[in-house]
């Protein structure tokens, strides 16, 4: 197992993949670090839709302007908020945010690269309508998963400084 911290550090949005096929073990892995997420009152908001055929990943390719990443994925988690399971849709979302973020890390660790896919949501409708989702059910992310093409890839982050506040009670942000 690796340590956490070091994962959460070098995990890096990946968006090309080679075609190297992700094992079923792998996919199992990820959407049980999806699945221990943390959610409030523990109600599990979620449902992962898992597309592996071309056929799939093709339609969906269209519903983005990733295109090409979506593309060249091995395979795809659409991650859904299930309103049946709703207790209150601010914590639900951050519950769902939460599982997002573990199975990002998962992928890293299994040595993975993956990308979570928002601005797919632009075309909600059309991604409900190729998965089937039922009424009750909203799109929250797609997450795109593959093995990385090899090369280098940076992201950098505001200084803490300038983003926490430490005993400055009464001062100004
Ligand atoms: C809510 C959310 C939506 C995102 N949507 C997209 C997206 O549609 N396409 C994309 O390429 N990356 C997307 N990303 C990835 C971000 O661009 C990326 O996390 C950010 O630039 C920091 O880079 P890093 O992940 O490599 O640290 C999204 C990330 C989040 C959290």
């Not at 992700?22 to 997420?37: K, P």
């Not at 973020?101 to 190729?130: H, K, R, S």
Request: glycine share 6%; net charge negative.
């Amino acid at each position: 197992m690796g340590n956490t911290i070091d994962t959460i550090f070098s995990r890096r949005s990946v968006r090309e993949f080679t075609k190297e096929d992700v094992s079923d073990d792998a996919i199992t892995t990820i959407l049980e670090c999806g699945r221990w997420a943390p959610s409030g009152l523990n109600n599990q908001p979620w449902k992962f839709v898992v597309i592996r055929e071309q056929d799939g990943i093709h339609k969906l390719a269209d519903c983005t302007r990733y295109t090409k990443t979506v593309l060249s994925a091995n395979v795809l988690i659409a991650v859904y908020f299930d309103n049946e399971t709703s207790y209150n849709k601010t914590k639900d979302i951050q519950a769902i945010g939460a599982a997002v973020q573990n199975m990002l890390l998962a992928c890293e660790e299994l040595g993975l690269g993956a990308v979570w896919l928002g601005e797919i949501l632009n075309q909600q409708e059309d991604v409900d309508f190729i998965l089937k989702a039922p009424e009750n059910a909203e799109l929250m992310a797609v997450i795109a998963i593959g093995h990385p093409v090899e090369k280098a890839r940076s992201s950098s982050r505001k200084d803490l400084e300038d983003i926490v506040f430490r005993e400055k009670f009464g001062t100004k942000w």
